[in-house]
């Protein structure tokens, strides 16, 4: 069974660091191109960063030069190290892995989701 497990999540002050993790199980996930996506408070899910094969890494615009999306495709895991967090980074985050379908690669497997909160 394939199963996505994250860790790290919590309470952090404006300015600080965090570190989320995913771990992978059921499936080996180093051909898969893999992200983190978050939900804030009455807003839709968007992407943070995704991490290629290869690791090659896109972010969102509001999180350059602050996140940093990272691999260790031995260990089957997924990281996202959070710097200068601010408030409207306030959300619950999401690790996801994509799956190869017929019609290409698509968003298939999540993370059980976890709560990330900044205080100003």
């Known amino acids: 069974q394939v199963q996505l497990v994250q860790s790290g999540g919590g309470l952090v002050q404006a300015g600080g660091s965090l570190r989320l993790s995913c771990v992978a199980s059921?499936?080996?996930?180093?051909?898969?191109?893999m992200g983190w996506y978050r939900q804030a408070p009455g807003k839709q899910r968007e992407m943070v960063a995704l991490?290629?094969?290869?690791?090659?890494?896109t972010y969102a615009e509001s999180v350059k030069g602050r996140f940093t999306i990272s691999r260790n495709n031995v260990n089957n895991t997924v990281f996202l190290q959070m710097t200068d967090v601010r408030p409207e980074d306030t959300a619950v985050y999401y690790c996801?892995?994509?799956?190869?379908?017929?019609?290409?690669?698509?968003?298939?497997?999540w993370g059980q989701g976890t709560q990330v909160t900044v205080s100003s």
């Open positions: 996801n892995a994509e799956r190869l379908g017929s019609n290409g690669w698509y968003p298939h497997y």
């Open positions: 059921g499936n080996p996930f180093n051909r898969n191109p």
């Open positions: 991490i290629s094969p290869s690791a090659s890494t």
